[in-house]
């Protein structure tokens, strides 16, 4: 039982040097609300990482902790936000300490309206002749 505390602990240390290898950077504990998700994923990081890779940090996390609902793990279909700082969207390309914040929201992208109204159309499994197709018609010319 000793054993493995002190495996674990001795784990943590390299993981820790491994991310302060060849910087001068501080570490932030990192905690990401996924939206539909039960609790945040906490990690660290250095302040000068990007966005996109802490997003990609938080999806491996997230799959290797088996969460529910199943994101992928495409960087680019997440929305990322700080929540301290009124709901700031972060670009994917801006450094994480930027912010002096350490707790953040991650959503996934919806597509925009218009592409689900012309996936429907493009779909040709289902044609129907209600009051809906007519609108959507209309709409599409």
Not at 35 to 48: C, D, K, Q, T, Y
Not at 63 to 78: E, H, K, S, T, W
Not at 112 to 121: A, D, H, M, T, Y
Request: with cysteine; charged share 25%; glycine share 8%.
């Amino acid at each position: 039982m000793v054993y493995t505390t002190k495996k674990k602990e001795m784990n943590r240390i390299a993981n820790v040097k491994r991310v302060m290898k060849g910087k001068n950077n501080k570490l932030l504990l990192v905690s990401v609300n996924v939206l539909g998700s039960v609790g945040p994923i906490r990690f660290l990081a250095n302040e000068e990482d990007e966005v996109s890779t802490v997003i990609n940090t938080t999806l491996k996390a997230y799959a290797r902790q088996g969460r529910i609902p199943v994101l992928g793990f495409d960087v680019d279909n997440f929305i990322f936000y700080s929540i301290n700082a009124g709901f700031n969207t972060l670009h994917p390309e801006e450094k994480i300490g930027s912010m002096d914040v350490t707790n953040f929201l991650m959503c996934k992208k919806e597509p925009r309206p218009l592409e689900k109204v012309e996936g429907i159309r493009k779909s040709k499994a289902r044609v129907g002749h209600g009051w809906k197709t007519r609108l959507l018609r209309s709409i599409l010319g």
